[in-house]
């Protein structure tokens, strides 16, 4: 287990150095000088240009630059916004917290609805089972902001339950306020992994070592959980995991949605306003923690299946 | 007489074909007694051992009566059959499909008892432990916190065995314990069942497609073809003796070591499943002895000598067998 820790950190890692790479060349990529970009269109006073400059190293070459630019945004420097002049990692940590619990909510929305109506249409198969195969067919096709549309639509607008814009205040009042997004967030994602559910379930449960539980008279409920649904933990988590790591970007349009203030929604302000310290910045938390993510992912299926680490070899 | 386990007259009826996949099976187990149930593929050997414990496809009818330790068991339902199951332990064929790949040994072995005995995770490792001594397994300690993956074939069946004896059962149920082993493995393993059956007094119902091996642990012997039991017998005369024509022809099937053949013996046609056999005897169409009347009437089984066979012709056809 070690070893494979060991070589998972370090996959980890070079990822995250690709990654930040391609977010940095993005200036040098960029149409115009880095300079042109760096400032957004704007014509700047000569002082603000030497203060650019020497922020960026613009002077040095591509690969210092890089390097420079690395070193500080792994001490937590990430520059300073052009609009706002204030330092990007504080804009940034301002509004991480609301992303980071929209995410949270929409997982567990995910993991306790998706797993949930899966195992109901694996043990209940007829009408149950066709119910809920056709509804997540339809929901799963359903983007997040149409979803987010339909909710507003219907609990906001319509039957008036719950808020549908800001981010409230206080923790009741908060998690009133993120409901609607969360479930809009997650919607599609729990279909599929209510789909997955039910699929693996079902396969497991015509497994024989399900037979042999059952051959020893072990009531059927743990027959199902420590047998079917615990052998189905690996694809299930997988598929979760990917479609949380995914959230993490689509968070962008659900949070423009229902204007919270999160660090998708400021992506998107800083795209439209040339803000490009901040796009960088923000860039490079969620390329960040889309990979962390899928890491732990990856670590938490070798824990639930042993046969996992077998294929370091191969 | 009321023994260990007796079917009477059972009967399965899957879905779909017409025929029933188990035709009228009579066979009794007497305390501590070992019968050997023998035949081709299809001939309704693992589907006996599953209508006992009541593990049948969805669907299937079952008539007849089958009873364990004289309870019968198709009444049963919820806790009352789980705990019938508890006792009445099944050895599976291929130990790496029936053990749950993603849990310890330790979890597969204590599983049953800490359901039904509601013992403590340490007592009742404790007895997994001395159990696995018993069956071979040294250094139980560590087995239990190695996953199915870890060991070898052998070891695994060895392990399901140590499960199975964990019950206290007085019935085991084995179905092709070793077929899935290589044949070293095999004979250790068996050798293993043997004397840990006889040491416990306990009743066994061995299915094998092996004649000799059934022979050599078994009392008694059990012959099926498509769904029906052809002879019964105690293994030694029923190997050396045969009474039905098919019983005759599967021993002259088994290559012998000491003559040399040029061709070996075989049986013409094909093994029928249960729902295909025909309205008279269901080995009429392959039998070397066939009259017309093998046609007309199922035989029954019936008692002849030292046992019962299934053939009109039994009585004259055992002087052909001799030679």
């Avoid at chain 1, 391609?22 to 014509?43: I, Q, Y």
């Avoid at chain 1, 204030?86 to 306790?112: E, K, M, W």
């Avoid at chain 2, 019968?35 to 049948?56: D, N």
Wanted: one cysteine or more.
């Amino acid at each position: 287990m070690a070893a494979y820790l060991a070589r998972r950190a370090i996959m980890l890692a070079a990822t995250l150095v690709v990654s930040s790479f391609v977010v940095f060349a993005g200036l040098s990529v960029a149409p115009g000088n880095p300079l042109a970009t760096l400032a957004g269109g704007r014509s700047l006073p000569p002082d603000s240009v030497r203060v650019l400059v020497e922020r960026y190293h613009l002077d040095e070459p591509f690969l210092v630059q890089y390097a420079m630019w690395l070193g500080n945004a792994v001490r937590g420097d990430l520059g300073v916004s052009i609009v706002l002049r204030q330092d990007v990692s504080d804009l940034i940590a301002s509004r991480a917290g609301t992303t980071i619990a929209l995410v949270l909510y929409a997982a567990l929305i995910v993991l306790v609805a998706g797993v949930a109506f899966g195992l109901l249409a694996a043990l209940r198969p007829g009408i149950v089972d066709s119910l809920v195969v056709i509804s997540t067919a339809v929901v799963v096709a359903i983007p997040p902001f149409v979803a987010a549309i339909v909710l507003i639509g219907v609990f906001a607008v319509g039957l008036r339950w719950l808020p549908a814009l800001g981010n409230g205040s206080g923790l009741w009042d908060g998690i009133r306020h993120l409901t609607l997004p969360a479930f809009a967030l997650a919607a599609s994602a729990t279909a599929s992994v209510a789909r997955v559910t039910r699929t693996s379930v079902r396969e497991q449960l015509d497994r024989e070592h399900v037979q042999t539980a059952i051959s020893r008279g072990i009531p059927y409920a743990a027959v199902v959980r420590r047998h079917a649904l615990r052998n189905s933990a690996v694809p299930i988590s997988t598929l979760a995991g990917m479609t949380v790591a995914s959230m993490i970007a689509l968070a962008a349009v659900v949070e423009r949605a229902f204007g919270l203030n999160g660090l998708g929604a400021y992506l998107v302000s800083a795209v439209l306003s040339k803000d490009f310290a901040v796009v960088q910045g923000i860039s490079l938390v969620l390329v960040a923690s889309f990979v962390l993510v899928n890491t732990l992912v990856d670590v938490g299926a070798a824990a639930l299946d042993p046969r996992i680490k077998l294929g370091r070899r191969s | 007489m009321t023994g260990v386990l007796d079917l009477n007259g059972l009967t399965v009826r899957l879905p779909g074909p017409d025929r029933p996949v188990l035709d009228d099976v009579s066979l009794s187990i007497a305390e501590g007694e070992a019968l050997g149930l023998v035949g081709e593929s299809g001939s309704g050997k693992s589907m006996t051992v599953r209508a006992i414990v009541r593990l049948l496809p969805a669907g299937a009818q079952v008539e007849g009566v089958v009873r364990v330790g004289g309870v019968e068991v198709g009444s049963l339902r919820g806790a009352a059959l789980r705990e019938l199951r508890a006792v009445v332990p099944v050895v599976f064929q291929d130990p790496r499909a029936h053990i749950n790949p993603v849990r310890t040994i330790g979890d597969f072995l204590t599983e049953g008892l800490r359901t039904h005995r509601r013992l403590s995770r340490r007592s009742a490792e404790d007895r997994a432990v001395r159990l696995l001594d018993e069956v071979g397994v040294a250094d139980g300690q560590r087995r239990l916190r190695q996953y199915p993956h870890e060991l070898s074939g052998g070891l695994l069946q060895r392990v399901m065995i140590a499960a199975a004896l964990l019950a206290e059962p007085r019935l085991l149920l084995a179905d092709e314990p070793t077929t899935a082993l290589d044949v070293t493995t095999q004979a250790e393993v068996m050798a293993a069942v043997d004397e840990l059956r006889r040491e416990r007094g306990l009743a066994m119902l061995f299915i094998t497609h092996d004649l000799e091996l059934a022979a050599a642990v078994c009392d008694r012997t059990a012959v099926m073809y498509a769904g029906r039991v052809m002879e019964v017998r105690a293994s030694a005369s029923l190997h050396e003796h045969p009474l039905h024509p098919y019983t005759a022809a599967l021993a002259a099937a088994r290559p012998s070591l000491e003559r040399r053949a040029d061709r070996l013996a075989t049986i013409p046609g094909r093994p029928l499943s249960a729902f295909e056999a025909p309205d008279g005897c269901a080995f009429a169409d392959r039998c070397a002895h066939i009259r017309e009347r093998c046609r007309e009437e199922r035989p029954a089984l019936r008692p002849l000598g030292d046992g019962q066979v299934a053939c009109v012709r039994a009585e004259g056809l055992q002087v052909v067998f001799r030679d």
